[in-house]
């Protein structure tokens, strides 16, 4: 079984409308979650980190279900420039980074 | 700043030869990382380094070597490539641990006939 998994998508969504999308995790003492944005041909950037108590930022929240071991971000009132591929990143047993393969979003007009 | 920069960007090489991926950085990080990336898999650590003289392997070692002579640049060396070694590869840096958030270079995508 695949450490974190992603369904790959895409996830095509009108603009101005929430999406949520989620990421399931294998090491149940991990620690650790992020949510990475990588738009295509381009380097992966941070987009927000997932604490216990979840995470807002802006049109972006993001939440950790430690029970039934998922991760979740949520996108409202989605824009355009919201396209791209979400990677999900959690901690393998070692504390090295696991990240899942991505999830792509494309936002239509 | 210049954050994290990679060369070259593009690459094609033969079976069989060899070449260093270069990366640095100039936010005096000390965690480096190198990792490749493959379609429909997520990012893959290739080797990794927590400070200057030490390096570590991580998923996918094989086929590479690395060296960490100073804290900013970190080569990523392919010593005879394979066309499995095919790939995108990011170098990514990050303060003081891998939690800390991971800055990418632009990449470097590698052909390998």
């Known amino acids: 079984r695949k450490e974190v998994e992603q369904d790959p998508g895409p996830f095509n969504v009108p603009e101005g409308a929430t999406v949520a999308f989620n990421c399931t995790y294998s090491?149940?003492?991990?620690?650790?979650f992020f949510w990475y944005r990588q738009d295509c041909r381009k380097e992966p950037k941070l987009l927000m980190s997932?604490?216990?108590?979840?995470n807002e930022d802006g049109r972006f929240t993001a939440q950790l279900n430690r029970a039934s071991q998922y991760i979740s971000l949520l996108i409202r009132d989605s824009k355009l420039s919201d396209s791209a591929t979400y990677l999900c990143?959690?901690?393998?047993?070692?504390?090295?980074?696991?990240w899942g393969a991505g999830t792509k979003l494309i936002i239509k007009p | 700043n210049a954050g994290v920069t990679q060369t070259p960007k593009f690459q094609v090489l033969k079976t069989g030869q060899s070449m260093t991926l270069q990366c640095a950085q100039d936010?005096?990080?000390?965690?480096m990382s190198w990792y490749r990336q493959d379609p429909g898999m997520g990012l893959r650590l290739i080797h990794y380094?927590?400070?200057?003289?030490?390096?570590d392997q991580g998923e996918v070692p094989n086929g590479y070597n690395v060296s960490r002579s100073t804290t900013e640049d970190f080569p990523l060396r392919l010593l005879s490539a394979a066309p499995s070694q095919t790939s995108v590869y990011f170098c990514?840096?990050?303060?003081?641990?891998?939690?800390?958030?991971?800055?990418f270079g632009p990449g470097t995508r590698l052909t390998v006939l």
């Open positions: 936010m005096n990080h000390e965690y």
């Open positions: 997932v604490y216990s108590s979840g």
């Open positions: 990143v959690g901690m393998d047993s070692n504390y090295q980074l696991i």
């Open positions: 380094s927590v400070g200057a003289g030490i390096t």
């Open positions: 990514a840096s990050s303060s003081t641990t891998f939690t800390d958030t991971q800055y």
């Open positions: 090491n149940s003492a991990s620690q650790s």
